[in-house]
């Protein structure tokens, strides 16, 4: 399966997306060597801190949120923050994924750019007895996999197109239970998943081997929770805290492929040969904790700082499974396709996909942001940001997790009843990678996000 990464190196702006994979190595039983797996099977790409959520006003301040969550996007961030809503609210956040990596000193070999909604919603504000609030249904796009991957290598290029992704529909209610405390959780159906279809094209020279094409369908689905506070001990001074549960979901796994030959000049090639199979299974997403502090030290301006925590070293994949590569025939003799067997499923880490020998790591984000509002006499003109670093779920050939380092920037309009903010997210990193006999790698992610927030009625 993938994503991303999956694996080697998940660049973690909080979400960047892709998993896109072409699957050519046998799997071996759960009591043999984890199976040596191509570098797009196994890849994530930034999709691993489950604790972040989604909005080009909170990436504009560096993700550094979860303590001034006051808008409609809240509910992906910390749900207490739903009690600040005063009026209806309609939001749309739309994102580009994008993201490099390749050998220090040389040309990336690997690229990936794709376009995702990444969040809606609809909020309404409440007053029971005296306690104010929201409820807000929310859809996000927890894990994208749409967009076009190309991979290089020196006898091979891969190819990949995708879509779709892990998405999460959300019902949730932030209260303000008294003057300085304020309370909120979500219920969250996952569900959906992705297609996506892979070719291996080889380069050069002869081979008994051709090209190679894959289609994989993914399905997802499981129920998980979310529950935050916002404390004011003083005012101006937020003090945010958000629980994400972990939960095990149903999984529904399918893999076509076919396999074509090459042959001489003056020869005919054999003809292409397909293998297909579909399996059940389980994914363990793992829970996440965070914490936040953000002050107002004057009116216009904000300032706020995260710790968020993933707790990847319990995810793992039950029952995945590779398809083999179909041995090359004579020509014109039939050839019986092999099919998986259960001796052939695995039970990995995830998303590394590897064994219980090269352990998974937590990922952890330290985050600090601002954003200073510039007041005219229609406008507010909002203007963002932010810092961060990101210790990765993978070990590097030192048997270390290696830390990427992020920044980001933000700008903002808002008018009495509509808010349009964008935010640009960059993250990068290098590592000894342990699969590249300790060469240096480098990776870049690249994120933009558009949001608009609708108020009808409100005043500002």
């Known amino acids: 399966m993938p994503f991303p990464p999956v694996a080697r190196h998940c660049g973690r702006s909080g979400l960047l997306g892709a998993a896109i994979c072409l699957a050519a190595a046998t799997a071996h039983g759960q009591t043999s060597p984890t199976p040596s797996l191509p570098p797009d099977e196994k890849d ?55 993201f490099d990596r390749g050998q220090q000193g040389l040309p990336a070999t690997d690229s990936l750019v794709g376009y995702t909604p990444d969040f809606m919603a609809v909020a309404y504000p409440l007053d029971i007895r005296g306690v104010s609030g929201a409820v807000q249904l929310s859809y996000q796009r927890i894990f994208s996999f749409g967009g076009t991957r190309t991979i290089q290598r020196n006898d091979f290029t891969f190819n990949t197109t995708g879509e779709g992704g892990f998405d999460v529909v959300a019902l949730g209610t932030g209260l303000r239970l008294t003057r300085s405390l304020r309370f909120g959780g979500t219920l969250n159906r996952w569900f959906n998943g992705y297609h996506q279809h892979r070719v291996r094209t080889p380069l050069g020279g002869q081979r008994a081997r051709g090209g190679t094409e894959q289609d994989i369908d993914y399905r997802l689905s499981g129920w998980n929770l979310n529950a935050g506070s916002i404390w004011s001990p003083i005012e101006n001074l937020n003090v945010g805290g958000v629980i994400k549960t972990a939960f095990t979901g149903k999984v529904d796994l399918s893999r076509s492929r076919v396999d074509s030959f090459s042959a001489p000049a003056n020869e005919s090639p054999p003809p292409p040969t397909s293998n297909a199979y579909g399996l059940g299974g389980s994914l363990h997403l793992p829970g996440a904790f965070g914490i936040g502090l953000s002050w107002r030290p004057t009116s216009p301006l904000t300032l706020s700082a995260d710790y968020t925590r993933t707790f990847w070293s319990t995810g793992q994949i039950h029952r995945f499974f590779l398809l083999a590569a179909t041995p090359s025939p004579d020509p014109g003799q039939p050839v019986e396709p092999p099919q998986p067997e259960p001796s052939e499923l695995l039970d990995l880490e995830y998303p590394t996909l590897s064994g219980s020998d090269r352990p998974q790591e937590d990922t952890e984000q330290v985050r600090i942001g601002g954003e200073y509002v510039i007041v005219g006499r229609r406008l507010r003109l909002p203007v963002r940001a932010g810092f961060f670093t990101d210790r990765q779920y993978f070990l590097d050939n030192s048997g270390h997790p290696p830390r990427f380092t992020g920044v980001t920037v933000g700008l903002g309009v808002a008018t009495r009843s509509l808010l349009v903010d964008a935010a640009y997210v960059l993250e990068y990193g290098s590592y000894a990678d342990a699969e590249a006999s300790g060469a240096e790698t480098f990776t870049r992610f690249h994120r933009f996000f558009v949001s608009f927030i609708y108020r009808p009625g409100a005043a500002r």
Do not use: C, H, K, Q
């Not at 001034?68 to 809240?74: E, I, K, L, M």
């Not at 609210?89 to 580009?96: F, N, Q």
């Open 44 to 98: 994530f790409l930034g999709l691993t801190s489950l604790a972040l959520g989604s909005g080009a006003r909170a990436f504009g301040m560096g993700g550094a949120f979860l303590a001034r969550a006051d808008d409609a996007t809240a509910a992906s961030w910390n749900p207490a923050g739903l009690s600040y809503l005063r009026s209806p609210e309609l939001s749309l956040v739309g994102t580009r994924n994008a």
